[in-house]
């Protein structure tokens, strides 16, 4: 095997087993963290040249344990996840011939991070920490909120976990539909990180989305007549569907109404489509049914040539109605701009408050674009600027910056 792909495979099936094994035993996060990021990076630099040991797994076990002797860095965020994820470990560790029978150790700490005696606003976010491996500033960008803030929500729950000495005992089989809305958050969440990495150079960020998806796909097999779970995956398949077509031969961002749907993975749409039509079945149409319905309709450009902007203005009026978040306010103006005419669009996106997307940056992208069409250039040149401080991703940042010199340029011909 190919070392490099089974390096990848051990981090998809095996780095949450491994991870809770050490942290079960050294009782610190932080260095078990530490210690297995290491043993991956030595495998990066030693399985190529000297061949993938028969028994990857225990070879980074090996690994870990001696970084483990020496090691002498500690990481403050993850360390205070110490004591949940320790908690966790250790019940995964026990008899589970009571509980459901997870098929990933990763799957089954998300679920017990959702347990019913944790803040509902804490347990999404506490999976993205803990399991994931999420700092609270990337954790914070995703819920829209200052990293302060998020910081204290987690360690609040820590806190009452340590202080209520609660038991994470295996969930039963019927107890994990209610707990299953916040294991998809954070995946939807994880998918998100990993994706907004365009470029891919964030080593914390890097194989995220594929993880997301490994993750969805093992929440369908497990709960297969969850339409949500149906959903999410179908979702996660159209985006990764579009992804070669993302960047140019340059590397330049690529918008999704210019890409070229002849790079789109029609394998990964079709499946996506199945995905999406088995959930209907189930008669309970929920958000990420409808995210994925969306873009099932951008997918069809592939056949027709034309994007449907109507039928996706109306999915976001849907979706609205059942999960009014920040992005779906903005993706709902933007469809409306394509269908109607900027002037609607626009008032749509006047209703968000401003607080609420003062460092959200597609709202900035899409006011810019909106203002610009509506002759308010000065106003449009501040909103370029704001979307163009907020964007991280450089190739994104770049086609902002050329957007707003057309612009530029376009004013300037006018006034000579």
């Not at 990933?104 to 991070?113: A, T, V």
């Not at 669009?345 to 006047?350: E, K, P, V």
Request: hydrophobic share 45%.
């Amino acid at each position: 095997m190919d070392a490099h792909r089974a390096i990848e495979r051990s981090a998809r099936d095996s780095y949450g087993r491994l991870l809770s094994y050490l942290a079960s035993r050294t009782r610190d996060l932080a260095a078990a963290e530490d210690a297995l990021a290491d043993a991956f990076q030595s495998a990066l630099e030693t399985w190529p040249g000297a061949g993938v040991p028969e028994n990857p797994d225990a070879w980074l076990l090996t690994a870990a344990r001696r970084r483990l002797i020496d090691a002498s860095r500690r990481d403050r965020i993850r360390s205070e996840a110490a004591p949940t994820l320790i908690a966790m470990a250790q019940a995964s560790e026990s008899s589970i011939a009571d509980g459901f029978i997870f098929p990933d150790e990763r799957l089954k700490l998300m679920f017990l991070c959702a347990h019913p005696a944790i803040d509902p606003a804490a347990r999404t976010p506490l999976m993205l920490q803990t399991v994931l491996g999420l700092d609270a500033g990337r954790i914070a960008s995703a819920f829209l909120v200052r990293p302060s803030a998020m910081s204290r929500r987690l360690t609040r729950a820590k806190v009452k976990i340590r202080d209520a000495r609660i038991s994470f005992d295996s969930p039963e089989a019927e107890e994990l539909p209610s707990r299953l809305e916040a294991v998809l958050e954070a995946i939807y969440a994880a998918y998100g990180s990993g994706w907004d990495d365009l470029s891919g150079s964030d080593p914390k960020r890097r194989g995220l989305s594929v993880e997301a998806i490994d993750l969805g796909e093992l929440v369908v097999s497990s709960l297969p007549g969850e339409p949500e779970a149906l959903g999410l995956l179908a979702l996660m398949l159209h985006c990764e569907a579009r992804r070669p077509a993302r960047r140019d031969a340059k590397g330049a961002y690529i918008p999704l109404s210019d890409q070229d749907t002849t790079l789109w993975s029609t394998e990964s749409i079709v499946r996506a489509d199945w995905l999406l039509r088995t959930a209907e079945r189930a008669g309970r149409i929920g958000r990420f049914q409808l995210e994925a319905a969306i873009q099932s309709v951008h997918a069809r450009r592939v056949a027709t040539g034309r994007t449907d902007w109507e039928t996706i203005a109306l999915l976001y009026e849907g979706l609205i109605r059942i999960a009014p978040t920040i992005g779906a306010l903005v993706g709902r103006a933007a469809a409306v701009a394509e269908a109607r005419d900027a002037l609607t669009a626009w008032a749509l996106l006047g209703a968000i408050p401003v607080a609420a997307v003062a460092e959200y940056q597609p709202y900035w992208a899409l006011a810019a674009r909106l203002l610009a069409l509506l002759n308010r250039f000065s106003e449009a040149r501040a909103a370029y600027g704001k979307a163009i401080g907020l964007c991280e991703d450089r190739a994104t940042r770049d086609f902002l910056v050329h957007q707003m010199q057309i612009q530029d340029d376009y004013l300037m011909k006018d006034v000579l």
